[in-house]
């Protein structure tokens, strides 16, 4: 008998709990979790991380919706994580379906279950999660009794390998999306109409595509010719959401109990990033730059220590040392703060905006050692790729470090950027023996060297979106080139399976066939897929062998610059014209300055003109348009769908 209500939930949990590993993952019960009272609340909100819970919990975007759902009174949001094997097993044996953590009731008992997908793989577990949750897999067999399936996150910009399964998809920045969601929900609830009419109502919203409400066509040899919409008022393309500035960070965090991948304090400093790396996803779909300020960001970290405890703080942005008044705000911390002991972490770093004073600030208080993120050896291959910067540069940072007393760095690489030679590879060795160098005549002895090298993975929305991906071949070669010149006292090497790199690359660049290979992989037995012990590759050439794809149509396939891609209806803002453009320059490896100091028009600006327009100052930092100002509330209505 399955079992379906709060009581009974505990009941079985009791007698599960202590047969599983680590059952804090399923408690709940945190300091800071929100309780209400479920019968008073009129629209109740399932937030879904399709991991486990210690990565889940560390996700900012998931704290943010937790929040603000949260603060309405009407509404409440509750948390869900995707089971350990073992939990999985337990529940599937004694019929308990996928439960929420906070008042342990059943998914789908939720009148709207919103997914997060940061990244591709996983998406096996987000139906797996619907399967234990017994809510109907696919969009076209959920009716008005099921929950409304959304979800978002940054793979959510290619939302077609799961057009099939998800309701609707948030394209941008949900803060402000999701509460509109629930007024259209609550409407459509009150109204009594159909499901249909429910998604057609989303549909409108600035930021929300309903992928039922369109239609793929494709050529006889594979590629995509268009996306057809079926209803008149469905918007194309769909333009991504955004904050014409940011809200003051999330303070009030649940604490977990149990150790989880960040026990830190996560407080965002900006969003966006201009300096164009070429094989950075991020940094292109979350354009423009928005910083918050300093004070404000004081405030948030004083109240946020005051509820949690935490003893670290992490400031969180694509680039924290490109935030703008960085020196200035790690000096106030470490003066407000001086007796708190509160850690202050910067966990992405630029090498070029990296100052020594800066290190002198984070000196009192950075743990363990410094990561930095030169992408590529050579200078050559990092004008490519646009992250333009000398060897010299790197080892004054290298050195300055050193002479700080810190004994170990990151460095981060990725093989396999287009146009790679076997020296480029060859040159990863030389940089990181060249850093150890520098370490030893320093720190003597104790100096260590670790190169994490991953392989570049081409992205949607990228100016390299349209290059192959290297083939399993080629990054083993590769990897064995390093595996034999990277070693000795101080060095060591991290890499990702090739596998990894396959599946990742032919999800993030898939289309809407894909969703077949995906409830195939899935039926067959793929779970979490970004879990070496869990991931099996066999699996997923199987389920593409029987959708009858190939998979390296999806990765290794150059694609022509007027082929019609499969996330070209959803619209990042930054143009396809300036995408071109610049994948063009990189083949004759012309580099772009950060764009805040030049502007190179790559399509934000006309987008959210009138947005731009209305919240005028530094707060964004491209240029401000200068025309007759409009009334904020008129333009948030009209930028629906803006342009
Ligand atoms: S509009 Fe200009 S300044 Fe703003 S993100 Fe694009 S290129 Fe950079």
């Known amino acids: 008998m399955t079992t379906t209500n709060s009581f009974e939930i505990s009941e079985q949990?009791?007698?599960?709990?202590?047969?599983?590993?680590?059952?804090?993952?399923?408690?709940?019960?945190?300091?800071?979790?929100?309780?209400?009272?479920?019968?008073?609340?009129?629209?109740?909100v399932a937030l879904i991380f399709p991991d486990i819970y210690d990565l889940g919990m560390s996700n900012l975007g998931l704290a943010i919706l937790y929040d603000i759902l949260n603060n309405k009174p009407d509404l409440l949001a509750e948390r869900a994580f995707s089971p350990w094997t073992d939990m999985e097993d337990a529940m599937r044996k004694g019929n308990l379906p996928m439960f929420s953590l906070e008042t342990r009731h059943l998914l789908s008992d939720f009148d709207i279950l919103g997914f997060s997908?940061?990244?591709?793989?996983?998406?096996?577990?987000?139906?797996?999660?619907?399967?234990?949750?017994?809510?109907?897999?696919?969009?076209?067999?959920?009716?008005?009794?099921?929950?409304l399936v959304i979800a978002g996150g940054h793979a959510a910009f290619n939302p077609e390998p799961m057009h099939a399964f998800i309701d609707a998809f948030v394209i941008g920045e949900g803060e402000?999306?999701?509460?509109?969601?629930?007024?259209?929900?609550?409407?459509?609830?009150?109204?009594?109409?159909?499901?249909?009419?429910?998604?057609?109502?989303?549909?409108?919203?600035?930021?929300?595509?309903?992928?039922?409400?369109?239609?793929?066509?494709?050529?006889?040899?594979?590629?995509?010719?268009?996306?057809?919409?079926?209803?008149?008022?469905?918007?194309?393309?769909?333009?991504?959401?955004?904050l014409p500035h940011l809200p003051p960070p999330v303070t009030r965090f649940v604490?977990?109990?149990?150790?989880?991948?960040?026990n830190r304090l996560p407080i965002e400093i900006m969003r966006g990033c201009t300096r164009g790396c070429r094989f950075c996803h991020a940094g292109m779909i979350t354009r423009p730059v928005r910083e918050r300020p300093v004070d404000e960001i004081i405030g948030a970290i004083e109240q946020a220590h005051?509820?949690?405890?935490?003893?670290?703080?992490?400031?969180?942005?694509?680039?924290?040392?490109?935030?703008?008044?960085?020196?200035?705000?790690?000096?106030?911390?470490?003066?407000?703060f001086d007796n708190s002991h509160l850690a202050v972490s910067l966990p992405s770093l630029r090498i070029e905006s990296f100052s020594v004073e800066l290190m002198d600030a984070l000196n009192k208080s950075k743990r363990g050692g410094f990561t930095l993120a030169p992408e590529a050896a050579t200078e050559r291959?990092?004008?490519?790729?646009?992250?333009?910067?000398?060897?010299?540069?790197?080892?004054?940072?290298?050195?300055?470090?050193?002479?700080?007393?810190?004994?170990?760095?990151?460095?981060?690489?990725?093989?396999?950027?287009?146009?790679?030679?076997?020296?480029?590879?060859?040159?990863?060795?030389?940089?990181?023996?060249?850093?150890?160098?520098?370490?030893?005549?320093?720190?003597?002895?104790?100096?260590?060297?670790?190169?994490?090298?991953?392989?570049?993975?081409?992205?949607?929305?990228?100016?390299?979106?349209?290059?192959?991906?290297?083939?399993?071949?080629q990054i083993k070669e590769k990897q064995a080139l390093l595996k034999r010149t990277l070693r000795g006292k101080g060095l060591k090497l991290k890499w990702n399976a090739p596998e990894d790199t396959m599946l990742e690359s032919s999800l993030s660049r898939g289309d809407r066939r894909l969703s077949e290979v995906v409830l195939e992989a899935w039926k067959r037995g793929a779970r979490f897929d970004a879990w070496k012990e869990h991931f099996r590759y066999d699996i997923w050439l199987e389920s593409f062998q029987a959708a009858g794809l190939d998979p390296a149509f999806y990765t290794h396939r150059q694609r022509s610059i007027d082929e019609t891609l499969p996330w070209d209806h959803i619209d990042s803002a930054v143009r396809k014209k300036f995408l071109t453009e610049d994948y063009l320059w990189s083949k004759n490896g012309k580099t772009r300055i950060d764009c805040r100091e030049?502007?190179?028009?790559?399509?934000?600006?006309?987008?959210?003109?009138?947005?731009?327009?209305?919240?005028?100052?530094?707060?964004?930092?491209?240029?401000?348009?200068?025309?007759?100002?409009?009334?904020?509330?008129?333009?948030?209505?009209?930028?629906?769908?803006?342009g």
């Open 306 to 336: 005051a509820l949690t405890g935490y003893e670290e703080v992490g400031l969180l942005s694509l680039s924290s040392s490109d935030y703008t008044q960085i020196l200035d705000l790690v000096q106030k911390i470490d003066k407000r």
């Open 176 to 242: 402000e999306v999701i509460l509109d969601i629930v007024d259209i929900y609550q409407d459509w609830k009150k109204s009594g109409s159909s499901r249909p009419t429910l998604l057609e109502s989303l549909s409108i919203i600035w930021g929300v595509y309903v992928p039922s409400l369109y239609q793929a066509h494709y050529y006889s040899d594979g590629t995509l010719s268009n996306i057809e919409k079926l209803v008149d008022t469905a918007p194309l393309p769909i333009i991504k959401r955004i």
């Open 598 to 642: 030049r502007c190179f028009a790559c399509g934000i600006l006309p987008t959210f003109a009138d947005l731009r327009r209305n919240f005028p100052g530094d707060i964004w930092q491209c240029p401000e348009v200068k025309s007759k100002r409009i009334p904020t509330k008129e333009i948030l209505t009209n930028v629906k769908v803006p």
């Open 117 to 147: 997908f940061p990244y591709e793989t996983l998406y096996t577990n987000a139906l797996n999660m619907l399967d234990l949750a017994h809510i109907p897999l696919f969009t076209s067999e959920r009716n008005s009794s099921h929950p």
């Open 13 to 44: 949990l009791d007698r599960i709990l202590p047969t599983v590993q680590k059952p804090g993952r399923y408690t709940g019960g945190e300091l800071n979790q929100v309780v209400k009272d479920w019968d008073q609340i009129k629209t109740r």
């Open 381 to 473: 291959m990092r004008e490519i790729i646009n992250k333009p910067l000398s060897n010299d540069q790197l080892l004054d940072t290298a050195r300055a470090i050193f002479d700080r007393g810190w004994t170990k760095i990151k460095l981060y690489f990725m093989i396999g950027h287009p146009s790679e030679t076997i020296e480029d590879v060859l040159a990863i060795s030389d940089l990181c023996k060249a850093v150890l160098r520098e370490g030893k005549q320093r720190v003597g002895n104790r100096v260590q060297v670790t190169a994490g090298v991953s392989t570049f993975i081409p992205k949607p929305h990228t100016p390299f979106q349209w290059v192959p991906c290297d083939t399993f071949e």
């Open 255 to 262: 604490v977990p109990y149990i150790d989880v991948v960040h």
